[in-house]
């Protein structure tokens, strides 16, 4: 009989003592979902995406913060991690997935107690647990990846502040110094929720068999913090149940058990099944067909639901075309990445370990690539598809096709006018697919080593040689033709007088000393003439040519012969050329 006495006498005796909290001689802070529960029992919640000190020890320098992120709406915020900052030994996190760190690197941490930097550290089914002592007070932090509780005996001398402390002024806690977190989205609210029914579920607290502890924990802040987050965001990833919890776990704390509360709430699966599982930083893991699995932050998911896509946008690079699938969107539809392929069903996606995107890639006219051509462009199209050949009878999987291509855009009508001995002309054909650059050189030597530079003498009849080089292009699939090449007396393109060079692809019959070489056969042609002046007029040369790009499945060589001018054989023809103009002046 002596001992239950002298215990509730002692509470008592601390009640009297210790007035930081809320009167009992110990301290609990609970922050579930966005709301915390400081210690002196108010509510309050956080609506951005910054970090927040919970409580902060002036005499230490000791700090436990939170990290708040985003989940299925942008403009609610859930407490995503804790870090216990002190001021002489490393930061511990602790993380989503039951994960922990010291000083940013992870250790495993199992049901038997290890201490790291003076804090033990365990972990259970239900979470993480870190305790530890800050100047005498001893404190205890628990961390499910959902709600954190923060317990700790009432201090003598009380020299904390932090939303624990006092939640009233939340903005005035918020330590990022970066603005961006603080951004508010305008979501539009979910109108599927009725508020009153969400009330009504949320007063279960004051029922049975909670009732029974509602004399130790006041219900009203749990109330409130599950009826204002539920009634603005829906009540999925076992939401609800997550502040039914915190609630019980406030009383297992003051040693009220509540036998069967999961029943009694309907919680018996209180929430998805993630326990240890590792999401990356723009997923968390919620509800998936009944199981854990990591979804989508919505700020991150934002632009790929808005125009309902699963990945992109197509990267044309390198003659390469890769597309990209985010993993979060593909288990989201619960599509496995391993059933999808190209129109070569070898061609199979990879997954990136950390960023879980699903690259699906060919180069050139690989796995399966149609190629087809118009007036305007060179099309290399594949598609990303589900398995059709499946052997089983039934299929959970939805179809799926999205189609990639790339395009090499044939070169657009410029003129590049350079003045005068520029003796190379770049144009880089930017088109929102496969890059490469045409360039134009004069030469005066038959090796093409000696570039003639705007130093250099031209004589009449000199023998110079002209280079149409492209860079980026396939030469397994695409060659370029020179259509035309003219000369004019001044930068004009289309002035007179006018002296042709190359005509439909062919030299000028009339001409016997233009040589046209390579031409249609790969990337890049030459040809060679002799330097000629215009009779009346300036000295100055400057030399057209319009250039064209063939998909090489076609015969893309001029059909030439010397002295005869044939009609156009036309297969590598279309309406537009690319155009590259050089001059020389005497
Ligand atoms: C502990 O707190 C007291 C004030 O309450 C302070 O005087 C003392 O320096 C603190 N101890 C440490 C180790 O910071
Ligand atoms: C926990 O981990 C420690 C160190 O890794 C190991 O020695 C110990 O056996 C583990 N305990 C259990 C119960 O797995
Ligand atoms: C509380 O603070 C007072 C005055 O600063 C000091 O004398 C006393 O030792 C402190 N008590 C504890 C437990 O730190
Ligand atoms: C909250 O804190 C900020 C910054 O510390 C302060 O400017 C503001 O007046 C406070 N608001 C209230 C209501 O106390
Ligand atoms: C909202 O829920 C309340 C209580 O369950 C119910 O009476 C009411 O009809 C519901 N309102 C709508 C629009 O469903
Ligand atoms: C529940 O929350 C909503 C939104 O914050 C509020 O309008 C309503 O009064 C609350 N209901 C109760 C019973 O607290
Ligand atoms: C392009 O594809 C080839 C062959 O598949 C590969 O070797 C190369 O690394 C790829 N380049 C890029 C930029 O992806
Ligand atoms: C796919 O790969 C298998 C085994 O490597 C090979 O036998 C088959 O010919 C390939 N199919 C195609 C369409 O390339
Ligand atoms: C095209 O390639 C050139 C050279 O590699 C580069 O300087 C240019 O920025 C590229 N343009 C685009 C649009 O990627």
């Known amino acids: 009989m002596l001992r239950p006495f002298l215990y509730l006498c002692a509470i008592s005796a601390l009640s009297g003592v210790y007035g930081n909290c809320d009167g009992s001689g110990s301290c609990l802070c609970t922050v579930t979902g966005p709301t915390v529960i400081d210690f002196k029992r108010q509510m309050n919640s956080v609506s951005d995406r910054c970090e927040y000190s919970l409580l902060h020890d002036q005499s230490t320098g000791f700090s436990l913060k939170a990290n708040f992120l985003e989940r299925r709406r942008r403009d609610v915020s859930f407490v995503d991690s804790l870090t216990l900052d002190f001021s002489d030994s490393e930061d511990i996190q602790l993380l989503q997935g039951h994960r922990v760190t010291v000083a940013g690197s992870p250790v495993t941490v199992n049901s038997s107690v290890q201490t790291f930097s003076g804090v033990d550290l365990s972990k259970d089914q239900t979470g993480v647990t870190a305790s530890f002592s800050v100047n005498g007070s001893s404190v205890s932090v628990f961390f499910d990846g959902t709600t954190a509780q923060i317990y700790m005996a009432d201090p003598v001398n009380f020299t904390y502040d932090g939303l624990c402390v006092d939640s009233n002024n939340v903005s005035s806690l918020r330590l990022s110094s970066d603005t961006s977190c603080q951004f508010k989205y305008p979501d539009p609210a979910d109108n599927t929720i009725n508020c009153s029914a969400v009330a009504q579920q949320c007063d279960v607290l004051k029922s049975a068999p909670f009732s029974s502890c509602n004399s130790k924990v006041d219900p009203q802040p749990y109330i409130n913090a599950c009826n204002e987050t539920l009634c603005k965001y829906p009540d999925v990833d076992g939401l609800r149940c997550q502040f039914i919890q915190a609630y019980a776990k406030a009383c297992e704390k003051s040693q009220v058990n509540l036998q069967s509360w999961m029943t009694e709430a309907q919680c018996l699966q209180p929430k998805p099944v993630c326990g240890d599982r590792i999401c990356n930083s723009h997923e968390f893991c919620g509800e998936i067909n009944y199981n854990g699995g990591c979804r989508c932050r919505e700020i991150f998911a934002f632009v790929y639901r808005q125009s309902n896509l699963l990945g992109g946008p197509t990267v044309c690079k390198d003659n390469n075309a890769s597309l990209s699938l985010v993993g979060c969107l593909l288990n989201e539809k619960s599509i496995d990445y391993t059933l999808l392929h190209l129109n070569d069903k070898n061609c199979t996606g990879v997954m990136d370990p950390d960023s879980h995107m699903v690259t699906f890639g060919f180069n050139g006219d690989s796995c399966g690539t149609k190629v087809t051509e118009t007036s305007n462009q060179i099309i290399y199209k594949n598609g990303i598809m589900t398995s059709n050949g499946s052997s089983e009878v039934i299929t959970r999987q939805d179809e799926i096709y999205i189609e990639f291509s790339c395009i090499n855009k044939k070169p657009e009508m410029q003129t590049v006018v350079f003045r005068i001995q520029g003796s190379t002309v ?48 396939n030469g397994d699939l695409v060659s370029v033709v020179t259509d035309s090449c003219w000369a004019t007396d001044n930068q004009m393109s289309n002035s007179t007088p006018k002296y042709d060079l190359i005509m439909d692809g062919c030299a000028n019959p009339d001409d016997q000393t233009v040589y046209v070489g390579g031409n249609g056969e790969g990337t890049s042609n030459y040809f060679s003439f002799n330097m000629f002046r215009f009779s009346r007029s300036t000295g100055e040369v400057y030399l057209h040519c319009k250039l064209q790009l063939c998909a090489k499945k076609n015969n893309c060589v001029p059909a030439c012969s010397r002295g005869v001018r044939r009609r156009r054989s036309a297969k590598y023809r279309d309406e537009a050329p690319a155009f590259l103009s050089m001059g020389w002046s005497h």
């Open 426 to 473: 770049v144009q880089y054909i930017k088109s929102e697919v496969w890059n490469y650059s045409v360039t134009m050189k004069a030469f005066t030597d038959g090796s093409r080593t000696q570039v003639l530079t705007p130093d250099s003498e031209v004589k009449l009849n000199q023998r110079i040689w002209v280079e149409l080089e492209t860079d980026g292009l």
